[in-house]
Nanobody, 121 residues
Framework: QVQLVESGGGLVQAGGSLRLSCAAS????????MGWYRQAPGKQRELVARITSGGSTRYADSVKGRFTISRDNAKNTVYLQMNRLKPEDTAVYYC???????????????WGQGTQVTVSS
């Protein structure tokens, strides 16, 4: 009953920008940490950025200074602003969130379906 829906992926030239969005919906009492991960073909999934409920952030070294994660708690939405994109950023980007449902007292981990980001050289 909890779903994460991503949007904003696409094709962009190197040096360009994209803004990803991920909205959580369903039987949600509260959301703790939210984040973005990515997986390129033939590679392991890796952390891109995370943000706590209080707004503290963490970034992969490869994206520091270029990407910014933010959230809108009223909309249960997390964003990833990606600037100065590089071909190495090409991957499927997955949204993730720690969600407490009304019916339980603990947080579960949920994942979005992924959105493709392709950066051409």
């Amino acid at each position: 009953q909890v779903q994460l829906v991503e949007s904003g992926g696409g094709l962009v030239q190197a040096g360009g920008s994209l803004r990803l969005s991920c909205a959580a919906s369903g039987s949600i009492f509260s959301i703790n940490d939210m984040g973005w991960y990515r997986q390129a073909p033939g590679k392991q999934r890796e952390l891109v950025a995370r943000i706590t409920s209080g707004g503290s952030t963490r970034y992969a070294d490869s994206v520091k200074g270029r990407f910014t994660i933010s959230r809108d708690n009223a909309k249960n939405t997390v964003y990833l602003q990606m600037n100065r994109l590089k071909p190495e950023d090409t991957a499927v980007y997955y949204c993730n969130a720690e969600v407490r449902r009304y019916s339980v007292r603990y947080y579960d981990i949920y994942w979005g379906q992924g959105t493709q980001v392709t950066v051409s050289s």
